[in-house]
């Protein structure tokens, strides 16, 4: 008698790992966390209900595991575009011309990933889910990918304001133009109204990016 028992292959466990991941990121961004059901969770990812507690313990942990995708993807796509190599140390001995020129590149690297067509907006919103009604996992998302954003982009400010890179108004100067970004995302609908089209595509993305890149100099005294 073969008491043996069949367990799921490594690359069969992280197929459904994946499958569950991606299904959350679409469920939690668009219902947050508490309007999502395990079940309806299983259905969107093709898998059995079993699979949730087998694999993250139970909904809350795929949604922990989203969050941490998340905050992978977007520091992946930062850290892809090189501007963010460059330390806060190297920024104090920039000249202020390569400090616009490098605050512009980055601010349109950021614009890029939040919105391309696709899976960037889900990210987006649930960023932003995070922001207005954080969770335990905002630690998480703070600490991978947003702190340290914000510190790049507050240490270019004050690098272009002379002034300290702790300076307070630094601060909600960085904060005022990752926002705008941020906020252009949020409001997508408004703008695709205004703008009389049906979604934001590649090419828009790109135009949009530029736009708000030279407006995040523009924001910044000379």
Request: proline share 3%; aromatic share 6%.
């Amino acid at each position: 008698m073969n008491n043996n028992i069949d367990l799921p292959s490594a690359t069969s466990s992280e197929t459904t790992r994946i499958k569950l991941i991606d299904a959350g990121l679409r469920l939690f961004a668009q219902f947050g966390i508490d309007g999502v059901r395990t079940r309806v969770l299983a259905h969107e990812a093709g898998v059995n209900q079993a699979a949730i507690p087998y694999h993250f313990g139970g909904k809350e942990g795929v949604y922990s595991a989203v969050i941490a995708e998340t905050a992978r993807e977007m520091k992946q796509g930062l850290d892809d575009s090189g501007l963010m190599a460059v330390t806060a140390g190297d920024i104090s001995t920039m000249s202020p011309l390569f400090c616009r020129d490098h605050l512009q590149a980055l601010m349109r690297a950021f614009a890029l990933m939040i919105l391309a067509p696709g899976r960037p907006r889900e990210r987006t919103a649930l960023i932003v889910r995070e922001q207005l009604q954080p969770t335990e996992n905002f630690s998480i998302l703070y600490e991978i990918f947003i702190e340290p954003l914000h510190s790049r982009v507050s240490s270019l400010v004050a690098r272009l304001n002379e002034v300290s890179a702790d300076d307070k108004k630094s601060v909600v100067k960085a904060h005022a133009i990752i926002g705008q970004v941020l906020a252009f995302a949020v409001a997508q609908n408004s703008y695709l109204r205004r703008a009389q089209r049906h979604s934001i595509l590649v090419e828009d993305a790109e135009q949009i990016a530029d736009i708000l890149a030279e407006m995040a100099l523009k924001s910044l005294r000379e």
